[in-house]
């Protein structure tokens, strides 16, 4: 049976409303107190499946170590039939009918953990990090927001995907406190620029990809090159801060309002899974340039929402709720466009997809919008309100895509703000 077929099951119980049925198998990486050397899993269930012991066991044939690592880069770069044969044997170690892990009571004992017992570490090593501007919705409302209403989006939006080159350095695993970043401010009443701890602070709901093959200098992708090029994807909040961004944005675009953090959901769902969610993306008029014309359903049916809880609420609410399908530019089209100047791709490289807005008020992916620039917040149980974010609330982003009986999730990404140093 293909790793994807609805009728797999797993002798490990798995809850209909789990991100992480055997259809899923996701890969990140993870300590125990019994074990403290990061080293990577799957996802299955509430558990950790150890790949580093299954391959000890001789029940994975892969280069030697290559799951006994704090990263998954020396895995991704042995190439798609690689990732595709390693996900079938494991989701064949798995089946319910399969008596090679499941009655193997003391390599299960080894092999396999509660998630709740195990420390989950930044699953990739992060060699370049790119953040694009794919959503025509979150474009225009920006565009409407501080530029011209009637014709908000820039000239070349509708011929490239806008991107920009972000700090690697910053990205953190889910989980990761955030503190308050200071910066040049100069609102609209100020002659001029101070400096201090930014006062909007926002989050921005995206989707990131991992780059899992290289490419060449100097040389350009095709659409296919390009697809085989991408190992998986993951849950991404570019934070952002809006009052630093409008004083230095112009000409050069963001640089301090996004660097001093990016946090992704520990786990990586592998581009396989997503398979049967793919779909067709919104028409794109006019036709982009050749090299950017795409014949495959690249976007995907993904159900993503973000939820606030502030110091003074007991549990997180949702604020918004959106799909990645309405992207304008896909991933594809992104990592097409990234390698065309002759640009080198690496293993590890991570790309953001931008804010994922839909066109709804509900659906928007950022406090920008939700409150209009402040100017309309955002209301909460118990009276609260939020124009942007305050020292000690959390934001929860979570994202998946329905199957038939079953769901492929990413789990969560989750960062506290705390005041500024």
Known sequence: MHPNDPHLR???????????????????????????????????????????????AKLLDLPDGVFAQPSINAFMALGPRVWSATRARISELLRHDNAELRDNAALRAKALMPM???????????????????????ASNVGAMFRDKTNPLLPNWLHIPIGYNGRASTVVVSGTKIHRPHGQ????????????????????????????????????????????????????????????QQWEYVPLGPFQAKAFATSISPWIVTRE???????????????????????????????LEVALCTPKMTE???????????MYWSSVQQLVHHASSGCAMSVGDLLGSGTVSGPEKD????????SWNGTQPVQLPGGEQRGFLEDGDSLVMRGWCQGDGYRVGFGEVEGTVLAAK
């Open 273 to 303: 899974a997503l398979e049967p969610f793919r779909t067709h993306g919104p028409a794109q008029d006019p036709a982009p340039l050749p090299y950017l014309q795409q014949q495959g359903a690249n976007n995907y049916d993904m159900a």
């Open 363 to 370: 659906q928007l992916g950022s406090l920008l919008e939700l």
């Open 10 to 56: 797993s002798f490990i119980d798995v809850k209909a409303d789990s991100d992480f049925p055997i259809q899923n198998l996701p890969y990140g990486v993870f300590s125990t107190a019994s074990d403290a050397s990061p080293r990577v899993g799957i996802a299955i269930g509430d558990y950790v499946l150890d790949l580093a012991a299954l391959q000890a």
């Open 185 to 244: 401010l100069k609102p609209p009443s100020a002659d001029v620029p101070s400096f201090g701890p930014c006062k909007r602070l926002d989050f921005e709901l995206e989707i990131g990809f991992v780059v899992g093959q290289p490419s060449a200098r100097g040389e350009m992708l095709s659409e296919q090159q390009a697809e085989q090029m991408i190992f998986g994807f993951t849950l991404l909040n570019d934070w952002s801060a809006r009052d630093i």
């Open 316 to 326: 997180a609410a949702r604020i918004s709720a959106t799909n990645f399908k309405y």
């Open 116 to 138: 709740r017992d195990a420390k989950l570490h930044l699953p990739l090593r992060v060699e370049g990090f790119t953040d694009f501007y794919s959503s025509k919705e979150h």
